[in-house]
């Protein structure tokens, strides 16, 4: 009897502990320190160091700032890097590159959207699931396109919008592949579209 309460303790503390992730957003004093400045050639706009049961990561999120004003800075490329922390040095799991389309009318900047990016376990299986969120604005500082990528077992799963004031320019598409994501996956990502539905006032449709 003592020997199988010892086994179920041991058992829920080591699952308990496989689950748990963290992350937390890393200072500029972090980033020089860990010297991330040289993973991508862009400047880092913000980093993220994450741990789940795989490893500990860093997520960074880079724009190349090609104008700087008082008022605004615009991008005209960007890019996402995951990267394993591995004895001293770095290990690249992933990265997104983007930059602008030409449109009419025409887009001049792209950024991330930090405030709906996440690094998160989606479904609970011990493994953070990031969630890349960015746009393009045009030059009446309207938003044009929309991308939600999650990353879920290193493979990407994207959401593509292009935002217009007539059907025949507006969409909304998903992945032929999203119904491969778990159902808990998906369920928060339906729910992120409805909020940026809400927040950024966008339609988010197709047609």
């Known amino acids: ?27 500029q004093k972090e980033i020089a320190q860990r010297e991330l400045d040289g993973v991508s050639e862009f400047p880092i706009y913000k980093a993220v160091e994450c741990s789940d049961k795989s490893g500990v990561y860093e997520l960074l999120l880079c724009e190349n700032q090609k104008t700087i004003s008082k008022k605004d800075t615009l991008n005209t490329k960007i890019q996402a890097i995951y990267t394993l922390n591995d004895h001293g040095g770095f290990l690249e799991k992933w990265r997104i590159n983007d930059l602008l389309e030409d449109s009419d009318p025409k887009e001049t900047t792209i950024s991330f959207w930090t405030k709906y990016c996440s690094t998160t376990d989606l479904d609970g299986d011990g493994l953070i699931d990031p969630v890349i969120v960015y746009g393009t604005r045009t030059e009446y500082n309207e938003i044009r396109r929309v991308k939600i990528i999650t990353i879920y077992q290193n ?13 025949y320019c507006r969409s909304f ?14 369920t928060y990502l339906n729910s992120l579209v409805e909020r940026l539905r809400k927040e950024q006032n966008l339609l988010l449709k197709d047609g």
């Open 1 to 27: 009897m003592k020997s199988s309460i010892l086994f179920c303790i041991f058992f829920y503390t080591t699952f308990g502990f496989a689950q748990k992730t963290e992350s937390h957003k890393l200072t």
């Open 155 to 167: 493979k990407k799963y994207a959401i593509r919008a292009v935002e217009c004031d007539l059907d």
């Open 173 to 186: 598409k998903k992945d032929s592949t999203w119904n491969l994501l778990p159902l808990k996956t998906k």
